[in-house]
């Protein structure tokens, strides 16, 4: 969601600063790892940063027409995050693309190991009976297209901004949803 349906604002070396986490490290493995009582202040006060973030999120461009097409074409779309899902919806909210995505479809880091774990997508394709081979994981970062690969989907990232590149881990790339829905709408002409 953040930075693949939203403008990628979090900047995680701040983060880790204001939490005193390691640099480099993945916030919640950072987390994860402190003692006890320190993570859930850690815990705590990394929610209000991300409830910062969350409500002044702005949607990327293309994205509401890409999932709207989605939906119209009979298809299903999920969400899985790293965030809370109490925060994913309230990001939702603020860019305006709430009404698109059922809540129980929006997989947040209370229902399942975070990704790079496969378990949100696995939750997913199960809720949807969906097979791997009819199954894409559209991302911005190594850990969407980590967690999309390991479940056996089809691994699409959309690089906004001209970011990281994984081919190893991506079947395609796109530089927006613009690009992404040329290249559908091309495909489905042409078949």
Known sequence: MDGTLTHAVHDFDDIRRRLDLPEGMPILEAIEALPAGRAREAERALYDIELDL??????????????????ESGRRVGIVTRNSEALAHVTLAACGLDDLFDRRFVVGRERCAPKPDPAGVLMLMSAWDAAPERTVMVGDYLFDLQAGRAAGAMTVLVRGSGGDRWPEHSDA???????????????????
Do not use: M, N
């Open 54 to 71: 969350a409500r002044a999120a702005t949607a990327q461009r293309g994205a509401r027409d890409f999932v709207e097409s989605l939906r």
């Open 173 to 191: 790339e796109f530089d927006d949803f613009e690009d992404l829905a040329l290249r559908i709408r091309g495909r489905v002409a042409s078949a």
